[in-house]
């Protein structure tokens, strides 16, 4: 295999917590008047961290509420993190087939809440480093989380990867010059995806995927 690091995002690649999110964010918005989101409007609308989502909806037409919003929603999914979560199908053999190749994520979601999930899904083993939204001075789509982990793990550009379900994992690997793959299965619909190297059904399609290409 020609890829010494892969890097997975984690919400809507590793794993579906879109009910977790939605249900906290609603506890979080409840008391402030906003309409209560649905599954399907979460997954729209996620992807840059829970700050600026709070920011979405609210139209940051107040930052000591939308401070206020955060704060309650991190308490509430702090506390319940994969009620409703799961790993998708494939994940585990995936990461399995992949097991001679270091292996990263790198998550617009807070360090201490991607790793909890990571380790109450057992998934925290198969990684070598864990990246959140708080780890490095930026988050996707900027490339300097992407640049963190390639500096940790001394890693080269050209022989690293990242897989992930949104353009802002795609953005981020390109400004970072490494490839990139989307999967299709997550939270956003395929159409938005077409500017990734690669783009993939089913996690377990990335191995025979990656193996073919001329690094």
């Given at each position: 295999?020609?890829?010494?690091?892969?890097?997975?995002?984690?919400?809507?690649?590793?794993?579906?917590?879109?009910?977790?999110?939605?249900?906290?964010?609603n506890?979080?918005?409840?008391?402030?008047?906003?309409?209560?989101l649905?599954?399907?409007?979460?997954?729209?609308?996620?992807?840059?961290?829970?700050?600026?989502?709070?920011?979405?909806?609210?139209?940051?037409?107040?930052?000591?509420?939308?401070?206020?919003?955060?704060?309650?929603?991190?308490?509430?999914?702090?506390?319940?993190?994969?009620?409703?979560?799961?790993?998708?199908?494939?994940?585990?053999?995936?990461?399995?087939?992949?097991?001679?190749c270091?292996?990263?994520?790198?998550?617009?979601?807070?360090?201490?809440?991607?790793?909890?999930?990571?380790?109450?899904?057992?998934?925290?083993?198969?990684?070598?480093?864990?990246?959140?939204?708080?780890?490095?001075?930026?988050?996707?789509?900027?490339?300097?989380?992407?640049?963190?982990?390639?500096d940790?793990?001394?890693?080269?550009?050209?022989?690293a990867?990242?897989?992930?379900d949104?353009?802002?994992?795609?953005e981020?690997?390109?400004k970072?010059?490494?490839?990139?793959?989307?999967?299709?299965?997550?939270?956003?619909?395929?159409?938005?995806?077409?500017?990734?190297?690669?783009?993939?059904?089913?996690?377990?399609?990335?191995?025979?995927v990656?193996?073919k290409?001329?690094?």
């Amino acid at each position: 295999m020609s890829f010494e690091l892969i890097i997975f995002d984690l919400d809507g690649t590793l794993v579906d917590t879109s009910r977790d999110i939605t249900n906290a964010l609603n506890f979080a918005l409840k008391d402030y008047g906003y309409e209560e989101l649905t599954v399907e409007k979460t997954k729209k609308i996620v992807g840059e961290g829970i700050t600026r989502l709070i920011e979405k909806i609210t139209s940051k037409n107040n930052p000591a509420m939308v401070n206020q919003i955060v704060e309650r929603f991190v308490q509430y999914y702090s506390e319940h993190p994969v009620d409703y979560s799961y790993v998708y199908p494939g994940v585990k053999e995936a990461l399995n087939m992949l097991e001679n190749c270091k292996k990263a994520v790198v998550s617009n979601k807070r360090e201490s809440l991607s790793i909890k999930i990571l380790e109450l899904l057992d998934l925290y083993r198969y990684f070598d480093v864990i990246i959140g939204s708080d780890t490095a001075p930026e988050r996707k789509p900027s490339p300097v989380p992407i640049f963190y982990v390639l500096d940790k793990m001394k890693i080269k550009p050209e022989q690293a990867i990242i897989v992930g379900d949104s353009i802002f994992d795609i953005e981020a690997g390109k400004k970072a010059g490494i490839k990139t793959v989307a999967v299709t299965y997550g939270f956003r619909e395929k159409h938005e995806l077409l500017s990734a190297d690669f783009i993939i059904d089913d996690l377990r399609q990335l191995h025979p995927v990656i193996t073919k290409i001329d690094v």
